[in-house]
């Protein structure tokens, strides 16, 4: 299928600085990518040229085919800020009729106001919502306008666990309906679960492109074994696997991905005196810390 959304060799200076250098990037239809980086790596001005609201000084954007700020690509694009605002007068049910009416949409705005959780505040005013309320608003926004490309930065920030899951499960549904979606973010844990593929900016520069399997092998972190040892046995445990002590009960090996089964076969192999035993792969946390580091080669 055609990508959606496709940046090549974009660079963009703000002064002297160069703070997008040769980005390419690409998004699917129906596809959830993450993009990450440390404060000032360049995520908002990838996504406000994306929107059209910052030139670039080389390289292109298209979304679905049309430039950056053009009517089409208004059209099929919707942008949830970090930190949404809307009029604090109107209730919700106004302002998605509003948004409905300007967008020429045709909008079932209670059944939507329904979906995002908001069903008993829709004749409220926006001013009394929290900011999970006005985050689901702006999500129902999204929805309504059936965009091709949705751009989403940090939309769960300063949400309860609760309200992340539903935003991400809302976010799903975005996709499901065929929406290529780039959400922009800092929260690698839930980003690791609910997205297809990650990207990652250092100062300006794409690092890291790829799906979190294919970020692992690439970077072949380790994976940590730790192994519990039967009662008073540890000791023994030690001395026959090696690796770290990390209480007293249980030893810490590291090994690659690719080495894992060995290491099992010859835990096994060991009989009564490994009573358990736990896996943990490298998670994006570590995978972040690795590709963002500032003196990777
Ligand atoms: N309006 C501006 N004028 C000048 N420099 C800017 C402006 N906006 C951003 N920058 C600079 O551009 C670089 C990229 O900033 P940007 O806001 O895109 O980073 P970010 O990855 O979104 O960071 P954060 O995670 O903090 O939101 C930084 O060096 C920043 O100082």
Redesign the pocket.
Known sequence: MDNSLIIKSVNKF?GK?Q?LQDIDLTVAPGERLALL?H???????LIKSILGLTPIHGGSISINGAAPGSAAARRDTAFLPEAVSFHPALTGREQLSLFANLSGASADVPALLERVGLADALDRRIGTYSKGMRQRLGLAQVLLGRPKVALLDEPTSGLDPISRQDLYAIIDELAEQGTAVLIAS?ALTEVEARTDRIAI?RKGVKVADNTLAELSSEAALPTRLRITARAGEIEKLAQQVGGTRVNGASVELRCRADQKMNELRRIAALGDVVVDVSMTPPKLEDLYRHFAKENRP
């Open positions: 703000r600085a703070v980086g404060n000032g790596a360049g995520k908002s001005t800092h900016l």
